[in-house]
């Protein structure tokens, strides 16, 4: 509390205010006609506060000449205006009359102590961002829920707007004390009532105070130094004095707002910085660093940096990234670098190990911040750090790739180790090409030894903000890669050329194309109009360059498959519009290089590149067609008609009879033909006659080399592909029709008939053929032009989907159980294994198009989800998205495929435990079949209204299944398939209440209560299902141990085979017979008054009596298509069932 003050006391504080501001009486005449204008203006916000504030007001009113407000607020009334009821509102209408208000208030304070104080309690609070008015009762009270009122509304905006009164000790002195003899303030406290007073705010106030004092206080110094420096003669000493004293008093308040502080720092801060709430935590590491850059001399020391370097490890990303941004503050200055030695020694490991941060943000932001630090503290980081950094520049996140190709920039880039010597008189474009020269050699060293040869273009995109312009000086790179062997520069290995190259190609299709690359995200961001058009510059300064240099480089590499493949892609990338393009002579000498390449090499990298660019360059819209475009036919046409002649000389009386020479010449031209009919239509040249003749001599006689029969399967399959790509132009009569369809049933047999071929590449490429083909053909029929001649027919026989089906089980789901349950760790990984695993995906995926295109029907993909859980790791995604198609498509076929998944595995289990052998590796488990549906059950999301009749019907399904057929006798006493009723009671939990009593009423059609309330061991799943259809899980307590176990407790099958996609019904006179095809279910949900006749289902008497049982066909579930939201309450009594 204050203590009371005196006449001396206050006589000395308004002489110290006098020595402030000396024209105070001025600006208080200034201000109160300012303020009256601007009371008129706030006339209804006046009013408002003035109801808010009556209280008081009203108390003032009675003494206004001694109250708080004093002759101040007088002037104010005298003119009519509207009455100030706060000393916050007073300030706030008269900000220049801050003296006059201030001894008012001494006055006022002086006359009755607790008035004064209370009004000044009031403006502080006021002042924090508090809406509430402190009143005398409130005062007395000092009860919670009057402070938890004050804290109720805050408002941020005028809070802390007017900080120069914090310059007054007083002010952080004068509290609302919780005990009259307790020396603790809610300032300081931490109860959950002060934790929204922004103390943290105040400090920071006070901080710019102190700057302010520190300013005049070295102002008065330097005044002193002035005056001692004069000579005695001119020294006035009373001025020297008044000086002294002027700084003894700067430097005396200094210190005591360095004590506030200090206290506010311990009372606050050290109770606020673990704050449960994370936005205190925050704010408490905001205002840490801004106190740290402002008053470095108090506040930048290890004691409280030690804050900010253990709440790195803070668990919300918020808090993390404020430590981060402030440490960049710091280390942005080098004036404060001395002090942060202790905290690099202590908190680098920290910094490193965020960049790793699952918080995007935090990762970058601490990357640059290290960035900082490597900049002006080399010593820090030592190079395993480095190391460790750099390899960030291969990160999937392209902000934190782009802060690592910063840092990497700046230490190995910007200022090379092996800079070049330069000679004396060296031009200008010499030294630049050094130069460059010197970063290619550092940017191969640092390539090389992260050991990620194929990565690249990642590394050019994580390099191209901060390192494009040497990226982009394509002229030193290629002068690099066409140097002359016998010069001193030129001693680049061969694997140095290669990685030149592919780092020119990356920078090539970086400038054309941006930062769109496969697995790495992006931030969105606005593209400015000089961002637009440097693209636009670059294409055509790379056209002009290249078309002028790429064949002196395919000429000096052409003997490299690896780097002349690399070259070959620049041509896709140059711009035929572009006004440096008009070079007729140096595309035609491109051309005549690429024809010459291709001449001498086959393998399928530049085959590829080649026929990609060769496509760019022959696009009928650009300016280089007519060029092009001949120069393509020309080597097409040379390659058909040798490939005519040699398969007319191997080709003789149905065999195929070419010795080694001959045979690999018809590989290397068919290898050409096929690369290029894969990227553009060939059909002029007739491949398919020239072609197809070679399949039937391999199907008829065989000999044929397996890399041949390979290239003819798919340089064949390309052929139909384009027919049917182009069928809707080229069919104009039945007979062409007819030809087409002949084409297509001929190329699915041939295919069909190498599907039992003795070689793997020759059966795997058969069957992608086939799935290709089949896939563009159902295509094809989607997008029919009904003003076309009519459509291409072909449907694949059952043995072709027979074949298909055997393939994909006997050569994707094989291998050891590790395929299902490693993570990669556990076995030996390496590029085969990778390899063979892509090989198999690639056949699934193949497969599942058919089925989600509707070629094959949805019911054979049974067989693929019973492999869900069992190769999850490898091909669950691929599963996954499979089923979520089929859904898409129907979602009760697709319901009925799972329905048969389960029943089939179940079907097979349930045999092999009859048998009495042990259960083969290749039979999944009753424990792995019931994770299986619950799998399923899983994929049908959280909205169930959308999957009402699809779960209704696998509930139909499987009670069905379970009950059909099924007579009780003594020696039978349950059905053989009543544990189903455990695997099917997964998918309980996503019914809807009313559904699950319809199911729980359909169920009670072909048991009767008291078999359901049966507790002997064979009805335990059936107790458990039921459990699971009224939501009474303590009911199937007992039957945990049962439905757990891997061993399934019923009798044998007694040469009962059931198939589960046949369907079985009981007849009056108990014989078995096929029931009609099932309906769809319906939802049907009524909301009415409830019925008096309707009843639950534990009061429903028995239908039938233990004993033989004789029963009526089953029923069909019907439920409306009333739509039922999830938050909306039903009565499970109004539901009615429409069996």
Known sequence: MIAEPTVTSRSSVQNENLAVDANSSGAVNHTV????????????????????????????????????????????????????????????????????????????????????????????????????????????????????????????????????????????????????????????????????????????????????????????????????????????????????????????????????????????????????????????????????????????TDSYLKYMGWMMHDKLPDVRLKCVLGLQGLYGDPLLLPKLDLFNSRFKDRMISMTLDKDHEVAVQTLRLLTLISQSAEEVINPEDYKQLFQLVFSSHRPLATAAGELLYTRLLSSPTQAPDLREGASEQDTHTQLTTARVRALLHFYQDSELHQHVVYLVDSLWDCAGAMLKDWSSLTSLLLQDPSTQDADLSAGEQSLVVELLVASVRQAVEGPLLAGRSTCKKVVSAREKKSPVDDCGRLTEHFLKVLPQLLIKYSGSPETVASLLKIPQYLHPDSPHAEFPQALSGLLAEMGAVLELHTHPAVLEAAARSYLSLCGEETAWHPLARPGRDAVVQCWADRLAALLGDALQDGNFTADAEKTGEILSTLKKLTAFHNAQDLSRWGLYEQVFPLLSVEIIHG??????????????????????????????????????????????????????????????????????????????????DPSSYGPLLYTPDPKLQRALLAFILEHVFTGAEYD????????????????????????????????????????????????????????????????????????????????????????????????????????????????????????????????????????????????????????????????????????????????????????????????????EECWLPLIYYRASLLATGAEGEDAVSFISSDTLKQPSLANRSRSPSVRHSPTADGDVRSPSALTSTETKVRRPHKASSSTSPEDRKPEVELGPIVREPPPTIVISEEPFHANEELDVDTVEVDL
């Open 33 to 300: 006609g300012g303020a009256r204008n601007e009371n008129r203006q706030k006339s209804l916000r006046g009013k408002r506060r003035a109801r808010g504030g009556s209280e008081n007001a009203k108390r003032r009113h009675t003494k206004v000449t001694n109250g708080s407000l004093g002759q101040a607020q007088n002037r104010h009334l005298k003119h009519g205006d509207i009455e100030a009821v706060t000393l916050f509102e007073v300030v706030t209408m008269g900000r220049s009359a801050m003296q006059a208000v201030v001894d008012d208030w001494i006055e006022a304070y002086i006359t009755d102590r607790d008035s004064g104080l209370l009004d000044l309690i009031s403006f502080f609070i006021q002042c924090s961002g508090c809406k509430g008015l402190v009143t005398a009762e409130m005062f007395q009270s000092r009860q919670d829920d009057v402070m938890r009122k004050m804290v109720e509304e805050l408002d941020e905006g005028s809070g802390l707007q007017y900080k120069k009164f914090l310059a007054f000790p007083w002010i952080l002195t004068v509290t609302w004390p919780m005990d009259m003899d307790s020396g603790e303030y809610p300032l300081t406290m931490s109860g959950p009532y002060w934790r929204r007073f922004r103390a943290m705010k105040l400090l920071s106030s006070l901080i710019g105070v102190a700057l302010s004092l520190s300013v005049s206080i070295e102002n008065s110094q330097r005044l002193g130094e002035v005056e001692r420096t004069k000579t005695s003669g001119r020294r006035n000493s009373p001025r020297l004095e008044r000086i002294n004293r002027k700084t003894t008093e700067l430097q005396d308040r200094r210190v005591e707002i360095e004590n506030m502080m200090d206290a506010i720092f311990k009372g606050v801060f050290l109770k606020r910085y673990r704050d449960v709430l994370p936005e205190i935590r925050s704010m408490c590491m905001e205002e840490l660093a801004v106190w740290m850059k402002l008053y470095s001399p108090v506040f930048l």
């Open 703 to 784: 000999g044929l080399p397996t890399q041949l029969t390979v290239e003819a399967l798919q340089c064949v399959s390309y052929s139909v592909l384009w027919n049917l790509n182009t069928s809707g132009e080229t069919l104009t009569s039945r007979e062409k029709a007819v030809a087409q369809r002949s084409q297509m049933r001929a190329l699915c047999e041939k295919c069909l008939r190498c599907l039992s071929h003795n070689d793997q590449s020759v059966k795997e490429q058969a069957f992608l053929s086939l799935c290709d083909v089949l896939t563009a053909h159902n295509y094809q029929l989607q997008v029919w």
């Open 820 to 1015: 299902s349950h490693s993570r990669g760790s556990d076995v030996e990984s390496g590029e085969g294994r990778l390899e063979e695993l892509h090989r198999r995906r690639s056949l699934l995926a193949g497969y599942c198009k058919l089925i989600v295109h509707g070629v094959l029907e949805m019911s054979m993909a049974a067989d693929l989800f019973k492999y869900y859980m069992k190769y999850y790791n490898n091909f669950g995604d691929i599963i996954k998205e499979t089923l979520s198609r089929t859904r898409q498509m129907d979602k009760i076929e697709s319901a009925r495929t799972l329905v048969l998944c389960l029943q089939q595995l179940f079907l097979r289990l349930k045999q092999e435990q009859d048998s009495g052998v042990t259960c083969s590796s290749g039979v999944q488990t009753f424990s792995s079949i019931k994770e299986l549906a619950r799998r399923f059950s899983l994929t049908f999301g959280w909205d169930q209204t959308k999957s009402r009749e699809s779960l209704a019907l696998i509930h139909r399904d499987g009670i069905e299944f379970v009950f059909q057929g099924f007579v009780q006798r003594a020696e039978k006493p349950s059905p053989p398939y009543l544990s189903y009723l455990t695997i099917l009671s997964e998918f309980s939990s996503k019914l809807l209440r009313p559904d699950k009593k319809i199911v729980y009423t359909y169920l009670q059609r072909y048991i009767s209560e008291q078999t359901i309330s049966n507790r």
